[in-house]
């Protein structure tokens, strides 16, 4: 079974500044997607950017860019510029490519943006 | 387009009741599934359903218990409730057929148990 672990249960950055949050998983598969979703305080789970694993280069949605290392299984996620409005939780993602299969979600990393 | 909508948004229910929940999918979404979140355990997949059928299943016991509607429409159940059941019950929504989309989330069923 797939497993997805972040080692950050808290971390902080100050206002503007850049903030990398870690991610790693387990499994024996060769296909699968990776994401990075937000939970801010009270509000829905949003998508905040996804990772094919046959794509070798890095997924990158503005200010949001990730580090995907495959042979070492970390999906890290670099939030560049943080805004107040980047506070939130942040969980890792894996799901196989293969038809049928659910999400595995890590604990989750709550992040403060200090003004 | 109208996002993931959950039902009720909150409620408190006692030991030993039962409680419906019930999620309507973004507008041509044919799978749901369900999660449930706690401070402890985090996000733990319960089960999810794709047209009509349930296609996973997680380690969750009998007590709870879902189905979905020829409308994608999907609902959620748990009998005899117990204290540890107090969660945020969270209801995603995908296209779920081909390759893996995104997951979009509802805001969620905040449930106390007392």
Known sequence: ????????????????ETVTL?????????????????QPPSRQMILVIRQEAYKQQNATENRFSVNFQKAAKSFSL???????????????????????QNFVFGPGTRLSVLP | KAGVTQ????????????VTLSCSPISGHRSVS????????????????????????GNFPGRFSG????????????????????????CASSLGQGIAGELFFGEGSRLTVL
């Open chain 1, 78 to 100: 670099k939030i560049s510029d943080s805004q107040l409005g980047d506070a939130a939780m942040y969980f890792c993602a894996y799901r196989s490519r293969y038809y049928g």
């Open chain 2, 34 to 57: 369900w999660y449930q979140q706690t401070p402890g355990q985090g996000l733990q997949f319960l089960f999810e359903y794709f047209s009509e059928t349930q296609r996973n299943k």
């Open chain 2, 7 to 18: 039902t009720p948004r909150y409620l408190i229910k006692t030991r030993g009741q039962q």
């Open chain 1, 22 to 38: 870690s991610c790693t998983y387990d499994t024996s598969e060769s296909d699968y997607y990776l994401f990075w979703y937000k």
């Open chain 2, 67 to 90: 189905r979905q509607f020829s409308n994608s429409r999907s609902e959620m159940n748990v009998s005899t409730l117990e204290l540890g059941d107090s969660a945020l019950y969270l």
């Open chain 1, 1 to 16: 079974a797939q497993t997805v672990t972040q080692s950050q249960p808290e971390m902080s950055v100050q206002e503007a």
